[in-house]
């Protein structure tokens, strides 16, 4: 499949902008794609998405006629589960729940093709069902971006190995589990979790990996970016969009009481 450098671009560090999708309905995840974002992420994790309406998300996303591209969040760091999704086509996969530094090499490795790493080969629609099939081999592992997120204590307590991972893309803060880890969930301010976050971008400047993480609110959006020092941020997700929207219109309608 053809590439816009979604990968380089998340590695040059640039301040990109996504979308949350678990809303399992291409619909959806076109209607996001047409508003000009950098990325949507289809959730494969916290969701009841199948991998039929994973790819179905990704389509839709490529369908638009925008330079949006798709990702995908898996279920977690199963090596079958990533080769599935990949050969999908998305432009990047983001892994949860690392929780050590071996794991995190495992994942990165399960994202790659030999000798970098141990991904299967296979015609799927990411090499055109086969027609690119030399091609795609050839370039995915620099074109295919690879996010694991953080979110646990212990990738808290590995957060420099794992940031030094070879072939790892960029990090991605996961608030509120790390914040439930941490004993204090929904409180980002709270000491512990702050200073979580701030191991956890130290160790991202280090490694030069560029680190992201999702805004909860829109008034958190400018404080992701200059508080936490983020570099790429997903504004929200598609039950939030629709659950705001309709309080908006609630809001100025008049009351039943």
């Excluded at 209607?31 to 389509?59: C, P, Q, Y």
């Excluded at 969040?73 to 071996?102: K, T, Y």
């Excluded at 620099?142 to 694991?148: N, S």
Aim: no cysteine; aromatic share 6%.
């Amino acid at each position: 499949m053809p590439t816009d450098g979604f990968a380089s671009r998340l590695r040059a560090g640039e301040p990109l902008l996504g979308a949350w999708s678990s809303i399992g309905h291409p619909v959806v995840a076109e209607v996001l794609a047409g508003s000009g974002l950098d990325f949507v992420v289809a959730d494969g994790e916290h969701s009841e998405n199948t991998i039929g309406d994973l790819a179905a998300a990704i389509r839709a996303v490529d369908a638009a006629d925008t330079d949006t591209v798709p990702l995908v969040r898996a279920s977690g760091a199963d090596r079958a589960e990533i080769r599935r999704l990949l050969d999908l086509g998305p432009q990047g996969l983001v892994i949860p729940q690392i929780e050590s530094a071996a794991e995190a090499r495992a994942a990165v490795e399960a994202t790659q093709y030999p000798p970098e790493g141990v991904r299967g080969v296979a015609g799927g629609r990411a090499s055109g069902y086969g027609s690119d099939l030399e091609g795609y081999v050839e370039t995915a592992n620099r074109e295919v971006a690879t996010i694991l997120q953080v979110e646990t204590g212990g990738a808290i307590d590995e957060i420099d190995s794992i940031a030094a991972t070879e072939g790892l893309d960029a990090l991605f803060i996961g608030p509120a589990d790390l914040s439930a880890r941490l004993g204090a969930f929904g409180s980002f301010d709270d000491p512990d979790v702050r200073d979580a976050i701030d191991a956890t971008v130290a160790a991202a400047r280090a490694a030069a990996v560029p680190i992201g993480t999702l805004a909860t609110t829109p008034e958190n959006v400018g404080t992701r970016f200059d508080d936490w020092d983020m570099d790429f941020l997903v504004l929200g997700t598609d039950v939030g969009y629709l659950r705001e929207g309709l309080a908006r219109f609630q809001a100025n309608a008049p009351s039943s009481e």
